[in-house]
């Protein structure tokens, strides 16, 4: 059988073409048949277009299109078999198959269309994967989850306020905290480590989709009603909640609601929120986010989809673009990368490849980096340049203000030993605590460089200021938080031998003795606001600050306060230039009060 040769589209500017795939019937082992036509997105008859991970792009099978041999991937084969009808015909639309991916022109074009392909179609079918870890038992306690969330909503309540202080939230929730629920629970939050959950494709196309349906093996749930499960057990912190997983949730369903209330963000707010989600190229960091942007943009020539450009000017001429749309230069707080390779780029122009969540300064994981709330160089406004042989240099002025003395240990997630020990669940900062407690010496001094106790301004470092709680609920968190670090302390001393339940056994009681007739549950305000601790570690500088610093900072780095900055930035000397490590929240300079236009200076950023 001859191989299928793709037919090209036409090229001019009117041309709204697009290929739809018709599945022909057959069940399980059966060769997979279809048909590849040409249609026009705004005439075509009806279609549904799947939403899901390719898999390993070398793993390939054949199928028969047009009467012809097509090579597809082996997760693509398994999507079409369980989307396949036995006695029908279906219509949809796949990626890997309906774009000519050999083609970049073509897949430039295509890409650009892809608002239009997924807005149009009549619901989208979003794949997770085949069925394992339970994952039935996992959207069964989904189901039940969001139906208790809809009867609690009838009722008058509020999923973005549920609290288990509430009777009617006890009532219809309650049967949930009981252990005998645990292994749906634990089912259940594997469902959230699907790959689909990480990958930057899926924004859009949830976004644009009329309706959605989420499958996984041969169970299925609206995503309207996983979004309700989600939500509450989160917010409940019911059995292993990971809030840092959920995050990856949240920002695909605020990317939904936004789209469909009309709201569009700039450029540099969408790339940021969706970084943590991964492409297999990386170009598509930008071009597949290009849907979700505000329109004046869309005619930038850096942001149409061009798979001939490479990477590193594509990531600098993007970081240009969003410095002379901005008021501001929050690009500059865009998460460095710690570890592993990445492009070549100059130190000021974000590596979107970096997928670590890092929450933006004082905001929650899922937070638009737009709206970070600090002045640090008061009400002024960017003054910049780009020089060098390459125009790759970012000139900015400001001046250095302080010194890095001392550096805490780096709080990163993935590093960390478990926390849930049945029922007990440890805050992952409290595994730091101890050190970046020496680090403030909290212990050598009482008072902070601005005259308030200094264990007030170390709790509010690790809030970066930005709760409503009074100092006195602060201090009530500071102790609930001291009191599980001396659990993590111990852990550090128990042998690693020891079985999960006879660990278990010794949390528990541990907790029960350090919390007997004390509250032990951090508020909602100030858990979320922990957000900006992961990847960031607390220093102290020369003058006596205490501050919440990227992991990159070191002793030595300097603090700079920079005009149009909202927050002071952490800066390395490489002869008389600098190199960016990161942003930082410093307690006592976050409202200008570290900021002279006079002293400012020219800066080279490299």
């Known amino acids: 059988m001859d191989s299928y040769c793709y037919v090209p589209f036409g090229i001019e500017p009117e041309c709204n073409q697009f290929r739809i795939l018709t599945l022909l019937p057959g069940s399980g082992e059966q060769p997979l048949e279809c048909i590849l036509e040409h249609g026009d997105i705004g005439k075509s008859p009806p279609y549904e277009a799947i939403s899901y991970v390719w898999g390993d792009p070398e793993d390939k099978v054949e199928i028969t299109c047009n009467g012809k041999t ?6 693509l084969a398994v999507v079409l078999r369980h989307f396949r009808s036995p006695s029908e015909r279906r219509s949809l639309w796949a990626d890997a198959v309906c774009i000519n991916q050999d083609d970049n022109e073509e897949r430039g074009r295509q890409v650009r269309r ?15 994967g085949k069925e394992e870890d339970d994952s039935n038992i996992g959207l069964a306690v ?4 969001a139906h208790a969330c809809h009867q609690y909503i009838s009722n008058g309540g509020s999923l973005q306020t549920i609290s288990f202080n509430e009777e009617s939230t006890q009532k219809l929730f309650g049967k949930f905290r009981d252990s005998s629920e645990f292994p749906r629970l634990s089912a259940f939050a594997k469902i959230v480590r699907r790959l689909w959950f990480t990958r930057v494709w899926v924004v859009q196309e949830l976004a644009l989709a009329t309706q959605a349906t989420v499958f996984c093996g041969n169970s299925s749930i609206s995503w309207t009603d996983l979004m309700a499960a989600i939500t509450a057990q989160d917010h409940l912190n019911l059995w292993l909640s990971d809030h840092e997983r959920n995050a990856y949730v949240f920002i695909l369903e605020r990317a ?6 009309g709201v569009r963000r700039s450029l540099l707010s969408v790339l940021f929120r969706y970084r943590i989600l991964d492409a297999s190229d990386p170009r598509d960091k930008i071009f597949g986010l290009n849907a979700l942007t505000k ?36 690009l500059l707080s865009v998460p460095r990368r710690l570890e592993g390779l990445g ?7 974000p590596d979107w490849t970096n997928t670590r969540l890092t929450a933006p300064l004082g905001l929650a994981n899922y937070s638009d980096i737009n709206e970070i709330a600090f002045t640090t160089s008061g009400s002024s406004r960017p003054d910049f340049e780009f020089g060098g042989a390459d125009l790759t240099s970012l000139g900015v002025r400001g001046r250095c203000m302080d010194r890095i003395a001392a550096v805490g240990t780096v709080l990163r997630l993935d590093h960390l030993p478990r926390t849930d020990y049945h029922g007990v669940r440890l805050p992952k900062c409290t595994f730091v605590l101890d050190n970046w407690s020496r680090v403030a010496e909290l212990r050598k001094r009482e008072l902070y460089v601005a005259g308030e106790p200094i264990r007030d301004a170390f709790i509010q470092t690790l809030a970066t200021e930005s709760t409503h709680e009074t100092i006195e609920i602060l201090r009530q968190q500071l102790d609930i938080l001291e009191r599980n670090a001396t659990i993590t302390r111990w852990l550090r001393f128990l042998p690693r031998f020891l079985p999960d339940w006879l660990l278990d056994k010794v949390v528990c009681l541990g907790h029960a003795v350090l919390f007997y007739r004390r509250n032990d549950q951090m508020t909602l305000d100030f858990r979320i606001h922990l957000s900006s601790l992961a990847d960031r570690r607390v220093f ?3 003058k006596g600050y205490i501050g919440l610093g990227s992991a990159l900072a070191e002793a030595g780095d300097e603090i700079a306060v920079i005009k149009g900055a909202k927050v002071p ?4 000397a490489t002869g008389s230039q600098w190199a960016l490590q990161g942003d930082c929240f410093v307690k006592g300079i976050m409202r200008g009060e570290a900021y002279d236009e006079d002293e400012c200076y020219q800066m080279w950023i490299v």
């Open 569 to 572: 930035l952490i800066l390395r």
């Open 142 to 145: 989904a189901s039940d989850i």
């Open 114 to 128: 892809m608002k239009d392909i997924y807005s149009k179609a009549s619901q989208v079918l979003i794949w997770l």
């Open 343 to 349: 492009p070549t780029l100059p130190s000021w122009v």
């Open 70 to 75: 097509l090579a597809i991937t082996a997760g």
């Open 295 to 330: 329109s004046e943009l869309l005619g930038v020539e850096a942001l149409q989809p061009n798979y001939d450009v490479d990477t590193t000017k594509l990531y600098t001429d993007v970081a240009k673009e969003i410095l002379k749309h901005s008021s501001d230069l929050n």
């Open 540 to 542: 102290r500088t020369d």
């Open 256 to 261: 939904r609601q936004e789209w469909s209330t």
